[in-house]
């Protein structure tokens, strides 16, 4: 049995679709106004593990994925400006342009992350009507009232306001009372439709003028328009628990008078050498970053795997070089048993499908499953059947276990000693050394590159 744990219920529950065998999901997708960080990947990575266990269980999916593209501010709440258009300005560009030039980066991460399409990938912005129907909704059942600025949701008309996060509505009830907007009725009264100012270049003519959506509002109306009024679930970080999703569930309350969700799934944070991830450190890294120092995507993929989703993990250069080293070392394992003759018992084989399947079942718990994983890899006799269950399991894993050229390029230990002799030689400014080295690796049929962060090699 699938076993989910809920933030609303906060608890593990039995999984069980609302209707029969396909799973109707809703993940919140990126702010397309700059390229996604490993923190933003970290909760994609999430998200298609999360596909990967449905399937792997014989669920089908209908699941959506959407691209904010306008209405996300500079803070989670109301205040500040557009993302996007702060962004637009700054590079003096459409904002749509920015959106389309980061959608492609995003998706094209995706596909080095081995991350698959949600069914529907639904930008904001070609949203816009359902969006202002919903709010008319809201309006009509008396949750909502207009000001100066927009149309706002009136949290004192929902008693459960607050349900998702709990004991976090006092502090952000003091951090909202700062912000004194003197024509809101309640200090978390947030905004579902905002009058767009003059300025404004994102804006569409509404029964209100001429507007834009609120950020909370897209996804309740994208969700709605895809899956219905009641799904499955529904995901996104932990930081989307307070502000974001809170608001998702009030509009559905305010609009049909029903949680959109039944389960709601938070991904924790990544870190960066034990802090956060911000521009002004400098280590907002992407994916590029770690292929610009030689790393594959998929070693990325492989740290994830390290922590459960629901732990903080802490990304620092040794713990992405060791997932590298350990991900090249399960492929090698594989080739080991597609190569091996050697015969395992089938009920070993199904026990050690049902321990993989079971840790994975544990509410996505990925790095017991690894362990399960290593110890199928490093079973003594090499067999195909061995490497056909390692398969199996990259079919939820999805790190290429079967992909050859890394193997060859870096489990040659010969080759690994003579990158070592000319690193040395390099840092002992030996270029006569370094360069003999570099012949001879040539000679071998691997071609030396040296780069800003150190010398990769490749196959010629
Ligand atoms: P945003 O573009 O800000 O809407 O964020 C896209 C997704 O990335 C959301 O699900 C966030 O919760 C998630 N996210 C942002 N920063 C991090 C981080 N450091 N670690 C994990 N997830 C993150
Ligand atoms: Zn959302």
């Not at 949750?143 to 009136?154: L, N, P, Q, R, V």
């Not at 050498?273 to 594959?296: A, F, P, Q």
């Not at 594989?334 to 049902?354: C, I, Q, R």
């Amino acid at each position: 049995m699938l076993k989910l744990y809920n933030t609303l219920t906060r608890q593990k529950e039995d999984f069980k679709p609302l209707e029969e065998n396909t799973v109707r999901m809703y993940t919140c997708g990126l702010t397309v106004y700059s390229e996604a960080h490993i923190g933003n990947m970290r909760a994609y990575l999430f998200m298609d593990n999360l596909r990967k266990v449905l399937k792997y269980n014989d669920y089908n999916l209908n699941h959506v994925m959407n691209i904010t593209d306008v209405g996300h501010m500079t803070s989670d709440a109301d205040e500040g400006e557009d993302k996007m258009e702060k962004a637009a300005r700054k590079a003096n560009k459409n904002p749509l342009d920015i959106a389309h030039e980061i959608t492609e980066k995003f998706l094209n991460d995706f596909d080095r992350l081995n991350i698959e399409r949600p069914e529907h990938i639904t930008p904001a912005t070609e949203h816009i009507k359902d969006m202002e129907e919903y709010v008319a909704k809201i309006m009509e059942n008396g949750y909502a009232y207009e000001t100066s600025k927009g149309i706002y949701f009136d949290t004192s008309k929902l008693k459960s306001y607050g349900e998702l996060s709990r004991a976090n509505l006092e502090k952000q009830l003091a951090g909202a009372r700062i912000e004194v907007d003197s024509e809101k009725r309640n200090p978390l009264d947030f905004a579902l439709w905002i009058k767009a100012p003059k300025e404004h270049i994102m804006k569409w003519n509404s029964r209100w003028g001429e507007c834009y959506p609120g950020w909370h509002i897209e996804c309740s109306a994208m969700g709605h328009k895809y899956l219905g009024t009641k799904f499955d679930i529904h995901t996104g970080g932990v930081d989307h628990i307070p502000i974001h999703h809170e608001n998702e569930i009030a509009q559905a309350k305010g609009a049909y008078g029903i949680n959109p969700a039944n389960l709601w799934m938070h991904v924790e944070f990544l870190l960066i050498d034990g802090g956060k991830m911000s521009k002004s450190l400098g280590n907002c890294y992407t994916i590029s970053t770690l292929v610009e120092k030689g790393y594959e995507p998929l070693a990325y993929r492989y740290f994830t795997y390290t922590s459960h989703y629901r732990n903080k993990l802490n990304f620092t250069w040794e713990s992405i070089d060791s997932a590298q080293k350990s991900l090249l070392r399960l492929r090698e394992a594989y080739f080991n048993h597609e190569n091996g003759t050697e015969d395992v018992s089938e009920e070993l084989l199904n026990e050690w499908k049902e321990e993989f399947k079971s840790a994975i079942n544990d509410d996505l718990n990925f790095p017991l499953a690894m362990a399960t994983v290593w110890e199928v890899a490093k079973f003594a006799k090499h067999s195909k059947k061995i490497a056909k269950l390692l398969l199996d399991f990259d079919s939820v894993l999805s790190l290429s276990i079967d992909k050859k050229e890394e193997k060859t390029l870096l489990l040659d230990k010969e080759i690994e000693e003579l990158l070592e002799k000319r690193k040395a030689a390099r840092e002992n400014k030996d270029f006569k050394t370094s360069d003999e080295i570099r012949d001879l690796l040539l000679q071998k049929g691997y071609k030396v590159i040296d780069t800003k962060t150190g010398q990769q090699i490749e196959k010629v």
